[in-house]
Structure formats: structure tokens, C-alpha cells
């Protein structure tokens, strides 16, 4: 077994924290979870009426493999109406089974052994084991605090070689709560376009951002809808991380070999929890609001709260619901 390619797959720690709070839990400790990035809130009520009505409305079999019709309207509508893109329902989008799925497949079907890509350190872990599990190199680019958590163009240009096929986009990101501003974004785009880069950005946290700061997604920047792919999906925004459902959108050359793989991997992602997501994006989206709202809260207060730590630093998160406290003085 010493050689088979699951060796290069480690466990992830997330999950190895998160099964051994579950084992206290059921002696009886209370535990508040802290390590697995899921919303505290239940899924809308409206959005879970509309899966069961699916249900009883006999809605049981297999979606094409790109996913229910409907839903990829949805999300067509959607980009069209708030990023004023268009992406043709039938062959720029692909229904994955959450973000999870996509950044597995894309890595998978765009990248040959030995190619590099470009991924933020720290960021969520998938990026870089499923690049190491293809054989494919993953080289981080440094976002540090000193920089407020924004890429630095300078040095991920530096890290740019002959090889580099990819680099990956996170904002907001997990873990850092940053949101990469438009000067950043610009600058990547150039790099993008200058090394001929597919860039794979991940908005799964699109929503979740803080007044002032805005989300801009760069496939929206001159010359960069053809070679992004946007991933977003209905796990945090509409707390149904449990529904696994996201999406992959982009250009056709792009979005067909992730559809290839898809297909022998998954087939379609599961038909009634499709058919809650079109009510989700349709329908009110003022629970989901609210619950940004709640995060809000939550996160001035434990932002003035961890900074009143002795030896504890924290850049103030301006997305998604995490805290990246520095304890380098303890
Ligand atoms: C940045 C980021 N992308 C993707 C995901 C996973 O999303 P999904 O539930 O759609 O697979 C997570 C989950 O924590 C995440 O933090």
C-alpha cells in the first residue's frame, strides 16, 4: 500500500478536531465549535419548503449533469443582474457538489502533472491537497498581516514561472476575514493576462462582507471573464453547507472539461436540494441578510474582545466569520 497516491493525502485537521469535539460532546461537555466554517443558523425556512415541495412534487430522479435547467438560469440571472455578466446557462455553468467539488475538478481537469499553481497561504487547506493528489505543484503566495492580508502583485510575480498554469483567488477568505481590493485584483488581472493564468476565484463568501468594503469579483475586470472561473455556492450565505450544492461558472473552454469529469464523478448533485437553491437565489433573501447582519455584531465585538488579550493582535475582518489573531507576543 506504501505506494499508492492516497498516501499523499493527509487527514484534515479540521475534520480531526471536528470528530474529536463530537466524541466529547457526546459524553455530555458542552463545546462551542470553532473549527468546521459553517454558519450557526439553520438553512431558511422558505428555502427548505421549496426542497420538500420538490420532493412531493416527485422531483426524484437524475438533473443533467450540469444541474437542474432552472437553477443555472438562477444563477445566470444573478450574475447578470448584480455584476452585469453573462453566462450562458448551457454550457458556461456547471451545478458541482458545493465549492468542494469544483476546486477537486477544475484542479483536476485544467492542470497536467507538474504544472504549478498559485495559492494564498494560509487559506482553506482543499486548494493544496487536491493540487499535491494530481501531482500538480502547489506554491503559496504569502498573505501577511503586515499588508493588511492583500496579495502583493510584486511577489507573486516573482513567484510566476514557465510552469505556472493557475493561481487561486479567495475573498473573502477563510481564514483571514480579508476582502481583496480592486487595486489588488487590477494588478492580478494584468498578471493573469501577462502570463496567460487561469484564474480559479473563490466567492463562496461573496455575500458575506462588511460595510465598507465591497466584494468585487475580477472576472468582472477588462479581459478576465474568459479566463476565470468563478466558484460560489449556497453553503454560507444561505447556511445549507449540508444541501452540497455550488456551482463552477466561466467560459466554455473552461467549464467543458470540468463538465467531463463532473459527469463520471458525481453524475448531477442531488435533484430536490437544486430545486431549494433556485428558491434561494429567487426568492427572499432577507434571512440571509440578517443572519450577515448577526456575524456583524459578533464580529466587532470579539474583534475588540481578542485584542484586549494580553500578547493578542487582530486585523479587523472585513468578510466572511473568522478571526485571524496574531499571537506572535505570547
Ligand atoms: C473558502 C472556502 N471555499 C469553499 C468552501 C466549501 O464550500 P462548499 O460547502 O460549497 O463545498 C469553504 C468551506 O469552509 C471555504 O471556506
Redesign the pocket.
Known amino acids: 500500500m506504501e505506494s499508492i497516491k492516497a498516501q499523499r493525502i493527509p487527514y484534515s485537521q479540521i475534520r480531526v478536531m471536528f470528530d474529536a469535539a463530537r466524541k466529547l460532546e457526546q459524553q455530555g461537555k458542552e463545546i462551542i465549535h470553532l473549527e468546521i466554517?459553517?454558519p450557526d443558523f439553520n438553512t431558511p425556512q422558505h428555502i427548505v419548503e421549496a426542497a420538500v415541495e420538490a420532493l412531493r412534487a416527485g422531483k426524484h430522479h437524475y438533473s443533467q449533469n450540469a444541474g437542474v435547467l432552472e437553477l443555472r438560469q438562477a444563477i445566470a440571472d444573478k450574475f447578470a443582474r448584480e455584476y452585469q455578466l453573462d453566462y450562458n446557462p448551457d454550457s458556461e455553468i456547471v451545478v458541482t457538489n458545493?465549492?468542494?467539488?469544483g476546486?477537486y475538478v477544475a484542479i483536476n481537469a485544467l492542470l497536467n502533472p507538474g504544472d504549478q499553481v498559485l495559492i494564498p497561504d494560509p487559506s482553506?487547506l482543499?486548494y493544496n491537497v487536491v493540487a499535491l493528489t494530481n501531482f500538480v505543484e502547489p506554491v503559496g503566495y504569502r498573505l501577511s498581516e503586515e499588508n493588511n492580508f492583500q496579495p502583493d502583485p510584486n511577489q507573486i510575480e516573482e513567484l510566476i514561472t514557465p510552469r505556472t498554469k493557475m493561481i487561486i483567488l479567495?475573498s473573502p477568505s477563510?481564514p483571514l476575514g480579508s476582502v481583496i481590493n480592486q487595486k489588488a485584483l487590477e494588478r492580478i488581472a494584468h498578471l493573469a493576462n501577462k502570463y496567460d493564468m487561469v484564474v480559479l476565484s473563490?466567492e463562496?463568501?461573496e455575500k458575506i462582507v462588511y460595510s465598507p468594503a465591497q466584494h468585487v469579483s475580477i472576472a468582472t475586470l477588462s479581459g478576465m471573464r474568459d479566463r476565470t472561473l468563478v466558484m460560489n455556492?449556497f453553503?454560507k450565505f444561505y447556511s445549507m453547507?449540508g444541501w452540497?450544492i455550488?456551482y463552477v461558472m466561466g467560459p466554455e473552454g473552461l467549464v467543458n472539461p470540468i463538465l467531463r469529469y463532473h459527469q463520471y464523478m458525481i453524475t448531477s448533485t442531488n435533484t430536490f436540494a437544486q430545486w431549494g437553491a433556485i428558491t434561494a437565489l429567487n426568492g427572499d433573501q432577507g434571512p440571509s441578510y440578517a443572519m450577515v447582519e448577526e456575524f456583524r455584531k459578533r464580529r466587532d465585538y470579539l474583534y475588540e474582545a481578542v485584542n484586549k488579550i494580553p500578547g493578542f493582535t487582530c486585523t479587523k475582518p472585513e468578510g466572511a466569520f473568522y478571526l485571524f489573531p496574531s499571537v506572535k507576543e505570547t
Open positions: 466554517g459553517r458545493g465549492v468542494a467539488e476546486v482553506w482543499n479567495v477563510n473563490d463562496i463568501y455556492g453553503s453547507t452540497r455550488g
